[in-house]
């Protein structure tokens, strides 16, 4: 659609919205919104239109095509801009929130004086919003949930993005002569799945032209603090990232503070001034005389104070402190452990390409088995009902052409159905390696019916892995509200192992579920979901998943040799 006709579809939208804020002729309004919706639709752009042709418009006359012509010569119209001054910025803006339409900031306004997302946020804090006649606890909690994820949207970045941009300008600073060592911190080494801003770290003998530099990097479309020892950019992403410059002995300590979270850093100052020490961000000093005594590595300064070393992913003050102490922090999954890749896709379902474009990717990554995982459903009731066998047929020529690098497997992503029945018949997935079952679709049942529905497919007996188990897609949609101890349960007794999804809008199963589910002594499969070649290289952010719900090698299938994973399979 041409942008033009967007703009004028937005200006009327807009206008709508304000004059039903203002309480405004309700004719008029519905009229506006009718407008806004013809410009949108029309394939043409409408300011080629003549008067007549402009006339022509459903729902357009003579008023209405000035004001047309008036927003496309100067962007808006008068009768807009009298809106907007009637009407609180801060409305406008909560109106922008997904769920709150006029109608509902009306109320708000009215009722609670509220007249901004601040005080909406701080509203729904209060439990102010159930006090209003005709909104309610629901409705509080619903906006209390569109209000996380908007923030969410405009302040946090995927983790993947976050960590192409913080290696891309590693890289360019490590080429430097100038930059003895280098290396990001803060919520992306906890690998969390989006980070809020970039923490970068860096030593050499010349601050000043480290950051001379920092700020005049490829990428870099604002500079916001400029100093000796520390910088500020913002990247074209919108990603803010930090750039401090420290003392080669105080890099350790530095990295360790700049990790964080804050949360575990708290806990081990705690440790620290007990035993007699200050700890900051330039190193472990003892108090008595203040000496340093240790800094330049982060090992030396945890160890220094008793501590064993936790993997950055676990210091979210979650145990890992006590286990420290203790000694017993576990042996996490590394990325290298990984041998192979459970769920995947090709032009059979959702895919973009072949079973041999996918295997030679993969092999390039050094895995040694690669799982095709299709939607069959849709296929089989379209082409022919021997799918499976044309696309084994295809897997074992792929086989017979890579030989012993990589062994492809045949599997099928089989969809539950709302009663926890699998979308394909038995006859099918009896004749493939492994099965994923998934939901896709109906994620809004209440958390009884959601429960029993998972249940009933986990006791299906062809089921091997329960495919991004929550649902949940950041920034878009929560996590389903089903039972998960009973569905961790089932699992356990079903012998059906969890996946934890590396796709960046997924990674599912989260931490805390992840940690949950090992209390079940269930095992995981880290697993990329690849829908084109590219994703395949997406396992490690699901390895960093995996790490932060402190999950071990022995507790990952896909870290086994492939025929061990054949006899698992076989349950
Ligand atoms: P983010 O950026 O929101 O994704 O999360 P972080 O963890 O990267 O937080 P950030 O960027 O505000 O700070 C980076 C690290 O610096 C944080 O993880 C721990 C440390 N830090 C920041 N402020 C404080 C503080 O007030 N006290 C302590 N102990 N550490 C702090
Ligand atoms: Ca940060
Ligand atoms: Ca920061
Ligand atoms: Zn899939």
Same mark, same amino acid.
């Given at each position: 659609?041409?942008?033009?006709?967007?703009?004028?579809?937005?200006?009327?939208?807009?206008?709508?919205?304000?004059?039903?804020?203002?309480?405004?002729?309700?004719?008029?309004?519905?009229?506006?919104?009718?407008?806004?919706?013809?410009?949108?639709?029309?394939?043409?752009?409408?300011?080629?239109?003549?008067?007549?042709?402009?006339?022509?418009?459903?729902?357009?006359?003579?008023?209405? *095509?000035?004001?047309?012509?008036?927003?496309?010569?100067? /962007?808006?119209?008068?009768?807009?801009?009298?809106?907007?001054?009637?009407?609180?910025?801060?409305?406008?803006?909560?109106?922008?929130?997904?769920?709150?339409?006029?109608?509902?900031?009306?109320?708000?306004?009215?009722?609670?004086?509220?007249?901004?997302?601040?005080?909406?946020?701080?509203?729904?804090?209060?439990?102010?919003?159930?006090?209003?006649?005709?909104?309610?606890?629901?409705?509080?909690?619903?906006?209390?949930?569109?209000?996380?994820?908007?923030?969410?949207?405009?302040?946090?970045?995927?983790?993947?993005?976050?960590?192409?941009?913080?290696?891309?300008?590693?890289?360019?600073?490590?080429?430097?002569?100038?930059?003895?060592?280098?290396?990001?911190?803060?919520?992306?080494?906890?690998?969390?799945?989006?980070?809020?801003?970039?923490?970068?770290?860096?030593?050499?003998?010349?601050?000043?032209?480290?950051?001379?530099?920092?700020?005049?990097?490829? /990428?870099? #479309?604002?500079?916001?603090?400029?100093?000796?020892?520390?910088? *500020?950019?913002?990247?074209?992403?919108?990603?803010?990232?930090?750039?401090?410059?420290?003392?080669?002995?105080?890099?350790?300590?530095?990295?360790?503070?700049? *990790?964080?979270?804050?949360?575990?850093?708290?806990?081990?100052?705690?440790?620290?001034?007990?035993?007699?020490?200050?700890?900051?961000?330039? /190193?472990?000093?003892?108090?008595?005389?203040?000496?340093?005594?240790?800094?330049?590595?982060?090992?030396?300064?945890?160890?220094?104070?008793?501590?064993?070393?936790?993997?950055?992913?676990?210091?979210?003050?979650?145990?890992?402190?006590?286990?420290?102490?203790?000694?017993?922090?576990?042996?996490?999954?590394?990325?290298?452990?990984?041998?192979?890749?459970?769920? #995947?896709?090709?032009?059979?379902?959702?895919?973009?390409?072949?079973?041999?474009?996918?295997?030679?990717?993969?092999?390039?990554?050094?895995?040694?088995?690669?799982?095709?995982?299709?939607?069959?459903?849709?296929?089989?009731? *379209?082409?022919?009902?021997?799918?499976?066998?044309?696309?084994?047929?295809?897997?074992?020529?792929?086989?017979?052409?890579?030989?012993?690098?990589?062994?492809?497997?045949? /599997?099928?992503?089989?969809?539950?159905?709302?009663?926890?029945?699998?979308?394909?018949?038995?006859?099918?997935?009896?004749?493939?390696?492994?099965?994923?079952?998934?939901?896709?679709?109906?994620?809004?049942?209440?958390?009884?019916?959601?429960?029993?529905?998972?249940?009933?497919?986990?006791?299906?007996?062809?089921?091997?892995?329960?495919?991004?188990?929550?649902?949940?897609?950041?920034?878009?949609?929560?996590?389903?509200?089903?039972?998960?101890?009973?569905?961790?349960?089932?699992?356990?007794?079903?012998?059906?192992?969890?996946?934890?999804?590396?796709?960046?809008?997924?990674?599912?199963?989260?931490?805390?579920?992840?940690?949950?589910?090992?209390?079940?002594?269930?095992?995981?499969?880290?697993?990329?979901?690849?829908?084109?070649?590219?994703?395949?290289?997406?396992?490690?952010?699901?390895?960093?998943?995996?790490?932060?719900?402190?999950?071990?090698?022995?507790?990952?299938?896909?870290?086994?040799?492939?025929?061990?994973?054949?006899?698992?399979?076989?349950?």
């Amino acid at each position: 659609m041409p942008r033009v006709n967007d703009e004028v579809a937005q200006a009327f939208e807009e206008l709508a919205d304000l004059l039903q804020i203002a309480g405004g002729d309700r004719f008029k309004i519905v009229a506006y919104r009718r407008v806004a919706e013809e410009v949108r639709a029309f394939a043409r752009d409408i300011s080629t239109l003549d008067d007549k042709e402009l006339g022509a418009l459903r729902g357009v006359g003579k008023a209405t *095509s000035s004001k047309i012509r008036e927003v496309l010569k100067t /962007g808006t119209m008068a009768k807009l801009e009298d809106a907007r001054a009637a009407v609180p910025r801060g409305i406008r803006e909560m109106t922008a929130l997904p769920g709150l339409g006029p109608r509902t900031a009306l109320l708000l306004h009215a009722e609670l004086g509220v007249k901004s997302l601040a005080e909406l946020d701080q509203a729904i804090k209060e439990q102010r919003l159930r006090t209003v006649k005709g909104l309610g606890k629901k409705t509080e909690e619903n906006l209390a949930s569109a209000l996380r994820r908007f923030k969410g949207r405009q302040e946090r970045v995927p983790v993947d993005v976050a960590l192409r941009v913080a290696e891309d300008l590693l890289a360019a600073l490590r080429k430097s002569d100038l930059v003895t060592e280098a290396a990001y911190c803060g919520s992306l080494r906890r690998a969390k799945e989006t980070v809020g801003d970039l923490d970068l770290l860096a030593t050499g003998p010349d601050p000043a032209a480290i950051m001379q530099l920092f700020t005049s990097l490829e /990428g870099v #479309s604002g500079v916001s603090v400029s100093g000796s020892t520390k910088s *500020s950019i913002r990247t074209r992403e919108g990603l803010q990232v930090d750039l401090r410059v420290v003392a080669s002995d105080e890099f350790g300590a530095a990295l360790q503070y700049f *990790s964080g979270s804050k949360e575990h850093n708290v806990r081990v100052r705690e440790i620290a001034v007990k035993q007699g020490y200050k700890l900051s961000e330039y /190193g472990l000093f003892r108090v008595s005389d203040n000496v340093r005594v240790a800094g330049a590595t982060e090992a030396e300064v945890y160890e220094a104070l008793g501590l064993q070393t936790p993997p950055a992913p676990m210091r979210e003050n979650r145990g890992e402190i006590e286990a420290a102490l203790k000694g017993e922090i576990p042996e996490l999954i590394q990325l290298s452990d990984i041998q192979g890749d459970l769920h #995947s896709h090709t032009r059979y379902s959702d895919g973009s390409t072949t079973v041999r474009e996918m295997a030679l990717t993969a092999m390039g990554l050094g895995r040694r088995y690669l799982a095709i995982t299709d939607h069959l459903d849709a296929w089989v009731k *379209s082409h022919s009902p021997d799918t499976v066998k044309l696309q084994a047929e295809e897997i074992a020529a792929v086989n017979e052409e890579f030989g012993d690098r990589i062994t492809v497997l045949q /599997g099928v992503e089989v969809d539950i159905g709302p009663e926890g029945t699998l979308a394909l018949p038995d006859s099918i997935l009896n004749r493939v390696e492994l099965v994923i079952a998934s939901i896709h679709r109906r994620y809004g049942l209440d958390a009884e019916a959601m429960t029993r529905r998972v249940v009933k497919a986990m006791q299906h007996p062809s089921v091997n892995i329960f495919g991004h188990p929550t649902g949940r897609w950041l920034g878009q949609r929560e996590a389903a509200e089903f039972d998960l101890e009973q569905v961790f349960a089932a699992a356990r007794d079903n012998q059906v192992v969890m996946e934890i999804n590396s796709n960046p809008a997924r990674l599912d199963l989260k931490d805390d579920h992840i940690r949950l589910a090992k209390e079940f002594g269930l095992l995981f499969s880290i697993n990329t979901d690849s829908h084109n070649p590219g994703h395949l290289s997406r396992t490690r952010l699901g390895v960093g998943m995996a790490q932060r719900g402190w999950v071990t090698r022995p507790e990952v299938i896909n870290a086994l040799a492939v025929d061990d994973l054949r006899d698992l399979f076989k349950k």
